[in-house]
């Protein structure tokens, strides 16, 4: 198993950015898919990011594309989200997500997800 925890959310103003850090402990997370989802209050948990098992592929949503940049490490065992121009949209609780693949597949559904950390909470105010 894999267990995740995020860290690096706070408040911040709109045009500031963040950057979020998600810890693997476990299993080493050379072999697993990784992808970035946030939760704002009332919503449904939407995709912000994914990256390949070796970080070569990624892939943001239309809405944090160009603002947002996913990177891993595998040999630290963690993955990152930079967070430039923060919107008050973003505003959300912000999870990491960790799914065994044997190839350079990414998912963008979080049912294609097995493993969650606790999220961290972002909120950008206007």
């Known amino acids: 198993q894999v267990q995740l925890v995020e860290s690096g959310g706070g408040l911040v103003q709109a045009g500031d950015s963040l950057r979020l850090s998600c810890a693997a402990s476990?299993?080493?997370?050379?072999?697993?898919?990784m992808g970035w989802f946030r939760q704002a209050p009332g919503k449904e948990r939407e995709f912000v990011a994914a990256a390949s098992r070796t970080g070569l592929i990624t892939y943001y949503a239309d809405s944090v594309k160009g603002r947002f940049t996913m990177s891993r490490d595998n040999a630290k065992n963690t993955v990152a989200l930079q967070m430039n121009g923060l919107k008050p949209e973003d505003t959300a609780v912000y999870y990491c997500?960790?799914?065994?693949?044997?190839?350079?597949?990414?998912?963008?559904?979080?049912?294609?997800?097995?493993?969650w950390g606790q999220g961290t909470q972002v909120t950008v105010s206007s």
């Open positions: 997500a960790a799914t065994l693949v044997r190839d350079s597949s990414i998912y963008f559904s979080p049912n294609r997800y097995d493993y």
């Open positions: 476990g299993r080493t997370l050379s072999s697993y898919a």
